[in-house]
């Protein structure tokens, strides 16, 4: 047997005997179900690749290794001074925080440039934070907190104020010096 030979016996498309191409109604009712199931899954299919479905699933994270949530700052106030900035945190637990520490550390600021580093866990009494508030308030300094701190990895929210310093900021107002608040999150 030749190559050739050997080629041509892989035709899948062979000629039919002529008594098996003659038509028929049984024939012709095969090939019409043919083409309406063929033309039905067609625009079936058409359909369903242009119909757009928007689906969103929400996945509860069922590891326990940790129940604690690293969440880390780095915030700029240039007109505030850091001894009346404090942290906060609430979430639906019931937990509410103010002024918690973690591992942040408050940078004073005066132009851009570093005037001293302290950890946020300094606690001064009132009279004190009075005074060096003030101080900062002339000096034109003003705060870069750095670091990371711990929340309870449920739905909340924390925020960095002057909750826990209101009295001392209704004091500096009293006084004649406007707070600015501007941050800037880098």
């Known amino acids: 047997m030749s190559i050739k030979n050997a080629f041509v016996q892989m035709d899948i498309f062979r000629k039919m005997p002529k008594d098996l191409t003659e038509p028929t109604f049984c024939g012709a009712v095969v090939s019409f179900l043919c083409a309406m199931v063929l033309s039905g ?30 969440i880390n700052l780095d915030i700029e ?15 639906i637990m019931g937990t509410h925080m103010v002024d918690i520490q973690g591992s942040l550390f408050k940078k004073r600021i005066k132009d851009n440039e570093l005037v001293a580093k302290s950890n946020a866990l300094t606690q001064y009494n009132r009279m004190a934070i009075m005074e060096e508030s003030q101080k900062a308030l002339e000096d034109k300094e003003g705060c870069y907190i750095q670091g990371y701190f711990q929340i309870n990895r449920v739905p909340g929210n924390f925020h960095i104020s ?25």
């Open 77 to 91: 106030f240039p007109f505030m001074p850091c001894t009346l900035l404090s942290l906060d945190v609430q979430d």
């Open 41 to 70: 899954l067609v625009i079936s299919e058409v359909g369903n690749y242009m119909d757009v479905k928007v689906r969103s699933d929400m996945q509860v994270d069922i590891s326990h290794h940790d129940d604690k949530l690293n």
């Open 162 to 186: 002057s909750h826990a310093f209101q009295d001392i900021v209704m004091n500096l107002e009293q006084k004649g010096f406007e707070l600015d608040y501007t941050y800037k999150i880098n």
